[in-house]
């Protein structure tokens, strides 16, 4: 037998046992989440359940397909899209208000804030002048209703994290000039690394065991909740979805007639990479379509080609317009192929420790399923998340300030990038950012910050071009009220003692 028959002989066994355990892990799973399914007793909370139980049954045989075939794609068809697949902001015509009334805007809100330190929806963090993120994306919709004399609405997709939490606190918007409604994402089961098996033995188990698939879950989770046709039937036709923790995500009309007078049935806002976003998806021609390239697609031997500030300029910045008729047909055609994130976790039952997996999606892998879709490249101003306290600083700062709800930059810094700003493990919870930065420092002039360790900023502390401050373990660094500090390594073990 030649080596090439017998290549192939091998390549068939391969598949062959690849497809036996395929099935067997598919079947065991079936069985427990029918199993899962029976521990409800009440039979419309059931019938709810069975359905998502479906879903998760759906997103697991598809990824037991994946784990077989592989995920990365062919590094030799990816090519850069065309100037038809990516357009610039400043190419779109002039804004009007005419569309507002097809629009709808979505946030996500499924993410605690224990990241930084912080307990329930981290959209409740306070971030600027006594205002959460909420609180913002509220007045910035308000605003836009009362200048207009429209009646844009605002959705949460919550999680069974937040859910409970955010119906408390939008209770306070009763009687503004907004309709803010809420609905939940799935409730998936955590899986056993090992065997493959859901985590939790019943609906009622401990909360652990159970995870919202991230914020590709939003297609199904919106027509399962009947906020989708609730929309269309309004009129709403066009939804703008954006991360709750994105300041700068604020509608945008301009984009809004584009998506409409183009016909597409979905935008991905784009914004210029830099050293920090390297790891950020990108929208590439793939065979032909548009599709988002993540860095786990990436074979091994090409991540620093994508990681290529030259090679890929523009990153996705998860702010996304979409078409809910497109929405509706993909979802009931069951047509939404999104790629799946596994997400690996470790988590305490009884006495013992386990590696668990989660199986995720991501709203904008869905993009090459919808008709004309391309991205548009916006100012960098649109991208403004707040993931760490680093992050909490620059929002904070005299670098913007705030109106009608919406982050301004200081003109001071137009054309310039944001300040890069780095903090230690001290400033890593919110409680201990606020306690060494109680007085957030001027930094109009600043290029880059880096604090580690026990470090303390007086009031009207003035940052400017490059500013490095290392304390020593065990040492601390006081900067005293007033101090000036550009260009400058402060380290050591140092109280600067005012005069």
Not at 95 to 112: H, I, M, P, Y
Not at 346 to 356: C, D, L, Q
Not at 382 to 405: A, I, M, Y
Not at 439 to 445: F, R, Y
Request: aromatic residues 8%; glycine residues 6%; charged residues 25%.
């Amino acid at each position: 037998m030649s080596a090439q028959a017998k290549k192939h002989v091998k390549s068939q066994s391969t598949y062959a046992f690849d497809n036996t355990a395929t099935n067997v892990s598919a079947s065991q799973m079936r069985n427990a989440l029918n199993a899962l399914v029976d521990t409800v007793k009440d039979p419309e909370a059931q019938a709810k359940f069975e359905n998502e139980m479906d879903s998760f049954f759906a997103l697991f045989r598809r990824y037991l397909t994946d784990k077989a075939s592989g995920t990365t794609l062919d590094w030799d068809k990816i090519k850069s899209p065309s100037e038809s697949e990516v357009v610039l902001y400043d190419s779109l015509k002039s804004e009007t208000a005419d569309n507002l009334s097809k629009l709808a805007v979505l946030k996500l809100n499924g993410g605690l804030g224990t990241s930084m330190g912080c307990v329930g929806p981290k959209s409740v963090i306070e971030v600027r002048d006594g205002n959460t993120f909420l609180d913002l994306s509220v007045r910035q919709i308000e605003h836009l209703n009362r200048k207009y004399d429209s009646d844009v609405p605002l959705l949460l997709m919550n999680s069974f994290n937040t859910d409970a939490d955010t119906a408390k606190i939008i209770k306070k918007y009763q009687g503004h000039r907004i309709r803010v409604r809420t609905f939940n994402q799935s409730r998936f089961p955590r899986i056993f690394k090992d065997s493959l098996l859901p985590v939790p033995e019943s609906f009622d188990d401990e909360l652990d065991g159970w995870y919202p698939p991230g914020h590709g879950d939003l297609y199904e989770a919106l027509i399962s909740s009947g906020e989708l046709d609730s929309l269309l039937a309004q009129g709403r036709e066009i939804l703008f979805v954006s991360n709750g923790d994105n300041l700068g995500a604020t509608v945008d009309t301009k984009i809004l007639d584009h998506m409409i007078e183009t016909g597409a049935e979905y935008l991905m806002e784009l914004t210029d990479k830099t050293r920090a976003d390297v790891k950020g998806g990108t929208l590439i021609n793939y065979d032909g379509q548009v599709r988002l390239l993540e860095i786990a697609q990436v074979p091994k031997e090409h991540v620093e080609d994508f990681k290529s500030i030259k090679k890929f300029k523009y990153f996705n910045t998860n702010n996304l317009w979409i078409n809910l008729k497109a929405v509706k047909k993909l979802v009931e055609s069951n047509s939404i192929q999104a790629e799946i994130i596994p997400n690996q976790k470790s988590i305490s039952k009884g006495n013992s420790e386990f590696n668990v997996l989660q199986l995720e999606t991501a709203v904008g892998a869905a993009i090459r399923h919808f008709e004309g879709a391309h991205g548009v490249v916006v100012p960098r101003a649109r991208f403004l998340p707040v993931k760490t306290c680093s992050d909490l600083l620059l929002v904070k700062s005299d670098l913007f300030h705030l109106e009608h709800g919406a982050l301004k930059l200081d003109p001071a810094r137009y054309g310039f990038a944001n300040p890069l700003i780095k903090l230690g493990s001290h400033f890593k919870k919110v409680s201990g950012f606020l306690s060494r930065i109680a007085h957030i420092p001027k930094i109009v002039e600043l290029d880059h910050l880096t604090i580690t360790g026990n470090v303390t900023l007086g009031r009207n502390v003035t940052l400017k071009g490059t500013v490095i401050i290392v304390c020593n373990d065990g040492d601390k660094i006081d900067i005293p009220n007033g101090s000036v500090l550009e260009n400058v390594v402060v380290t050591g073990n140092l109280t600067i003692l005012e005069h």
